[in-house]
């Protein structure tokens, strides 16, 4: 069977000599050209189809200047786009005004003259010269009686290079770069596509296609090359983007199917007995949300299903005490339980937290970190071993293979997509029984969108915790200018006056050329200017764990006045009479990120001020600053942050290894994503392993086995 399987594979390889020919083959593709299609990820043909245009362009082709002006007619301007081949007569810089400026330009070919103006594009000044070929792409207008193209995309055309010709009305615009165009992309791929398009076998039955009303995969990508009209793009990146979906669908419910079919985890206890003892542990009320969510959490315990659960809860809202009634149900069991953290600060802080709470008590807990020393590592690896420790938190210390548990019964990851989809599976008891794994619970403090609930984290169930605990007040956030900043800072010398505590987070630790500021040199500067007079100390990641932490303890007891920081902060600081926020350079941080860092002021009875300095450059930074100011809801935050930025960098697709999306776009194609998720559920119930489709498998296992640890399942 095997020998039949693997000369059938051989066969299936050597028939696809198109698509598995190298684009250095390619008659067309020069040496330069080689290494431009490299860098944008192509190598082989197939690459080269999958590498679909961004947009069409309707299009006039190939057109003189006269021919242009006889097209626009009487109109001011007609919004197609032409092609128009010419030669530079000269350039002007133009004029320059604060951050806008003009280049004008004068072309003309054999048959006129024509003006080019570029805005804001000052770097096309220097890439012109007179006598220079070139193609411009654009839309076409008169003013003051001259012919005319605003802001044009523009091309050098090369001697060697061969007359542009379209077939057809849609002209694709490829992803490109300054090393290859977009029109040298086009012409390669059409040289390659009818000779490949033929070779691409599809992992869909023509059965289930006619379900789902979809053309088959080679139709698919010459719809997307080639279109004859919109209607086709559409079809045929629909029928893409749901094999995107369905892959990743595929593969979170085969991980699901064998967790629950196969894997084992330790029954614990839920009673009002260990109840009211866990209880007793806690010196506040218990929010309404919370103790739902605690009961659902129990209710995936109390069985040898191992729980899959994720905990989301806004900045603030009790995770950490939920996540500890977790831990407490595998102690009294007399098993072990873990909580991983991605950061040390984090780690330390949910160390001191859990030891607070269990002051006095008799269960025993570790912080394992890469900062212990040699001999305090072996030290508690031995007594993790042993099982002497019950409670263990932990950085990525804990995944080293050196790090075995005598019996784990439940895992905590905080902030998982810190660390990767698979990380957390690998904590494991020194058994041999490869079938027994912990209960996993994942935290996080940036909700999934509803619309990202299904994609990587798809295999968990989810619990939310909704509102704030009581006495939590609202944070007021403001976008302030930086020639505005000596008034933020007078601010915030009013509030320490008044025995309050403030943080200045900055992006650097050490000063560069960028302009940026940094921990050291910007502490320095407040200590001499704004905020002379009062204590201020510095926290970032390259300290080593005891400074760090001696820091933050003088902080916490009030012998520093501000704490001066980069976004190591960000997440697990928790000091109540820090009432107020200033960040620097705040359009360099992430959405999410500004939210959490907002999150460390207002967790006391008073009230809490972000002011965010900041003069926004791009459009998505205005964006983030504009949605940072509007809501402290960090599920609308979520939601935003998943607009502006899309779902791989997110949620760390590039962190966790799993492909991004290239066609599907979420929340665009969340109804696809359901359906997806429909077929993959009814797939894999019929057909765990996907045994009867080898090569929808082999597709699988090749975009998302790594990723997704699905190895062990296969």
Same mark, same amino acid.
């Given at each position: 069977?095997?020998?039949?399987?693997?000369?059938?594979?051989?066969?299936?390889?050597?028939?696809?000599?198109?698509?598995?020919?190298?684009?250095?083959?390619?008659?067309?593709?020069?040496?330069?050209?080689?290494?431009?299609?490299?860098?944008?990820?192509?190598?082989?043909?197939?690459?080269?189809?999958?590498?679909?245009?961004?947009?069409?362009?309707?299009?006039?082709?190939?057109?003189?200047?006269?021919?242009?002006?006889?097209?626009?007619?009487?109109?001011?301007?007609?919004?197609?786009?032409?092609?128009?081949?010419?030669?530079?007569?000269?350039?002007?810089?133009?004029?320059?005004?604060?951050?806008?400026?003009?280049?004008?330009?004068?072309?003309?070919?054999?048959?006129?003259?024509?003006?080019?103006?570029?805005?804001?594009?000052?770097?096309?000044?220097?890439?012109?010269?007179?006598?220079?070929?070139?193609?411009?792409?654009?839309?076409?207008?008169?003013?003051?009686?001259?012919?005319?193209?605003?802001?044009?995309?523009?091309?050098?055309?090369?001697?060697?290079?061969?007359?542009?010709?379209?077939?057809?009305?849609?002209?694709?615009?490829?992803?490109?770069?300054?090393?290859?165009?977009?029109? !040298?992309?086009?012409?390669?791929?059409?040289?390659?596509?009818?000779?490949?398009?033929?070779?691409?076998?599809?992992?869909?039955?023509?059965?289930?296609?006619?379900?789902?009303?979809?053309?088959?995969?080679?139709?698919?990508?010459?719809?997307?090359?080639?279109?004859?009209?919109?209607?086709? !793009?559409?079809?045929?990146?629909?029928?893409?983007?749901?094999?995107?979906?369905?892959?990743?669908?595929?593969?979170?419910?085969?991980?699901?199917?064998?967790?629950?079919?196969?894997?084992?985890?330790?029954?614990?206890?839920?009673?009002?007995?260990?109840?009211?003892?866990?209880?007793?542990?806690?010196?506040?009320?218990?929010?309404?949300?919370?103790?739902?969510?605690?009961?659902?959490?129990?209710?995936?315990?109390?069985?040898?299903?191992?729980?899959?659960?994720?905990?989301?809860?806004?900045?603030?809202?009790?995770?950490?005490?939920?996540?500890?009634?977790?831990?407490?149900?595998?102690?009294?069991?007399?098993?072990?339980?873990?909580?991983?953290?991605?950061?040390?600060?984090?780690?330390?802080?949910?160390?001191?937290?859990?030891?607070?709470?269990?002051?006095?008590?008799?269960?025993?807990?570790?912080?394992?970190?890469?900062?212990?020393?040699?001999?305090?590592?072996?030290?508690?690896?031995?007594?993790?071993?042993?099982?002497?420790?019950?409670?263990?938190?932990?950085?990525?210390?804990?995944?080293?293979?050196?790090?075995?548990?005598?019996?784990?019964?439940?895992?905590?990851?905080?902030?998982?997509?810190?660390?990767?989809?698979?990380?957390?599976?690998?904590?494991?008891?020194?058994?041999?029984?490869?079938?027994?794994?912990?209960?996993?619970?994942?935290?996080?403090?940036?909700?999934?969108?509803?619309?990202?609930?299904?994609?990587?984290?798809?295999?968990?169930?989810?619990?939310?915790?909704?509102?704030?605990?009581?006495?939590?007040?609202?944070?007021?956030?403001?976008?302030?200018?930086?020639?505005?900043?000596?008034?933020?800072?007078?601010?915030?010398?009013?509030?320490?006056?008044?025995?309050?505590?403030?943080?200045?987070?900055?992006?650097?630790?050490?000063?560069?050329?960028?302009?940026?500021?940094?921990?050291?040199?910007?502490?320095?500067?407040?200590?001499?200017?704004?905020?002379?007079?009062?204590?201020?100390?510095?926290?970032?990641?390259?300290?080593?764990?005891?400074?760090?932490?001696?820091?933050?303890?003088?902080?916490?007891?009030?012998?520093?006045?501000?704490?001066?920081?980069?976004?190591?902060?960000?997440?697990?600081?928790?000091?109540?009479?820090?009432?107020?926020?200033?960040?620097?350079?705040?359009?360099?941080?992430?959405?999410?990120?500004?939210?959490?860092?907002?999150?460390?002021?207002?967790?006391?009875?008073?009230?809490?001020?972000?002011?965010?300095?900041?003069?926004?450059?791009?459009?998505?930074?205005?964006?983030?600053?504009?949605?940072?100011?509007?809501?402290?809801?960090?599920?609308?935050?979520?939601?935003?942050?998943?607009?502006?930025?899309?779902?791989?960098?997110?949620?760390?697709?590039?962190?966790?290894?799993?492909?991004?999306?290239?066609?599907?776009?979420?929340?665009?194609?969340?109804?696809?994503?359901?359906?997806?998720?429909?077929?993959?559920?009814?797939?894999?119930?019929?057909?765990?392993?996907?045994?009867?489709?080898?090569?929808?498998?082999?597709?699988?296992?090749?975009?998302?086995?790594?990723?997704?640890?699905?190895?062990?399942?296969?």
């Amino acid at each position: 069977m095997m020998v039949s399987c693997t000369r059938r594979v051989m066969q299936d390889t050597c028939e696809k000599k198109h698509l598995l020919t190298l684009v250095t083959d390619l008659p067309s593709v020069t040496q330069d050209r080689a290494i431009a299609l490299h860098e944008l990820g192509m190598y082989r043909v197939a690459d080269l189809i999958k590498h679909l245009p961004m947009r069409y362009e309707t299009h006039h082709g190939g057109m003189t200047i006269e021919a242009a002006e006889a097209l626009l007619g009487d109109q001011d301007a007609i919004p197609e786009l032409v092609t128009i081949e010419s030669t530079v007569i000269k350039v002007n810089p133009g004029w320059r005004r604060g951050k806008k400026s003009k280049v004008e330009a004068a072309v003309e070919d054999e048959t006129g003259r024509m003006h080019i103006n570029w805005f804001n594009q000052p770097w096309v000044a220097r890439s012109l010269h007179p006598d220079m070929r070139i193609r411009l792409h654009g839309s076409l207008s008169i003013r003051k009686g001259l012919l005319q193209m605003n802001n044009p995309r523009w091309e050098e055309i090369k001697e060697d290079e061969p007359t542009l010709t379209i077939d057809s009305e849609l002209r694709p615009v490829y992803p490109a770069s300054e090393r290859i165009s977009s029109s !040298v992309i086009a012409t390669i791929i059409a040289e390659v596509l009818e000779g490949a398009l033929p070779e691409i076998d599809d992992h869909l039955s023509q059965a289930m296609l006619d379900t789902l009303s979809m053309p088959t995969l080679s139709s698919a990508y010459a719809m997307c090359h080639k279109p004859e009209a919109n209607d086709a !793009v559409k079809e045929g990146r629909r029928r893409i983007a749901y094999d995107e979906l369905l892959l990743l669908q595929l593969g979170v419910m085969m991980k699901r199917h064998h967790r629950l079919d196969t894997m084992r985890a330790p029954k614990l206890l839920w009673n009002d007995e260990i109840k009211q003892r866990i209880e007793a542990r806690i010196p506040f009320t218990l929010t309404k949300s919370q103790q739902a969510v605690i009961e659902e959490i129990a209710g995936d315990i109390t069985t040898t299903m191992p729980m899959n659960r994720l905990l989301q809860g806004d900045v603030g809202s009790g995770k950490t005490v939920v996540a500890l009634h977790a831990m407490l149900m595998a102690v009294t069991c007399g098993s072990q339980a873990a909580m991983m953290a991605p950061t040390e600060l984090l780690a330390e802080q949910h160390y001191k937290t859990i030891t607070t709470l269990l002051d006095n008590s008799q269960v025993t807990t570790a912080l394992l970190t890469s900062s212990l020393s040699p001999k305090e590592r072996t030290e508690h690896i031995q007594k993790i071993s042993d099982g002497t420790i019950d409670i263990i938190v932990g950085t990525h210390a804990l995944l080293t293979d050196d790090v075995i548990f005598s019996n784990i019964a439940v895992a905590i990851t905080d902030e998982q997509h810190r660390f990767g989809v698979q990380q957390r599976a690998l904590l494991r008891n020194k058994s041999d029984d490869l079938h027994a794994i912990p209960h996993t619970l994942v935290m996080t403090a940036t909700p999934i969108p509803r619309t990202l609930s299904l994609t990587v984290f798809g295999d968990l169930d989810v619990s939310t915790i909704k509102g704030m605990p009581p006495g939590r007040t609202p944070i007021t956030t403001r976008l302030v200018q930086p020639e505005q900043a000596d008034k933020v800072y007078m601010y915030m010398r009013e509030l320490l006056d008044k025995g309050q505590q403030g943080y200045v987070v900055v992006p650097l630790v050490e000063e560069t050329d960028s302009g940026l500021k940094s921990v050291t040199a910007h502490a320095a500067s407040l200590r001499d200017g704004y905020l002379s007079g009062k204590s201020i100390g510095v926290v970032h990641g390259r300290m080593k764990s005891d400074e760090r932490e001696e820091t933050m303890q003088q902080f916490r007891s009030g012998k520093i006045d501000v704490l001066v920081a980069t976004t190591v902060i960000e997440v697990g600081v928790d000091i109540a009479n820090a009432t107020m926020m200033i960040i620097e350079h705040a359009d360099r941080f992430g959405l999410a990120q500004l939210h959490q860092l907002r999150g460390r002021v207002g967790r006391g009875l008073l009230p809490g001020v972000c002011a965010l300095i900041a003069s926004p450059t791009t459009d998505d930074a205005q964006h983030r600053l504009e949605a940072i100011v509007e809501t402290t809801d960090g599920f609308q935050i979520a939601e935003r942050d998943l607009e502006i930025r899309g779902p791989g960098e997110l949620f760390g697709a590039k962190q966790s290894g799993i492909a991004p999306f290239k066609i599907a776009r979420l929340p665009r194609d969340f109804d696809l994503l359901r359906l997806a998720r429909r077929n993959a559920v009814e797939w894999i119930q019929r057909d765990p392993t996907l045994h009867n489709s080898p090569l929808l498998r082999a597709r699988l296992m090749h975009i998302h086995g790594e990723a997704l640890g699905l190895g062990d399942v296969a």
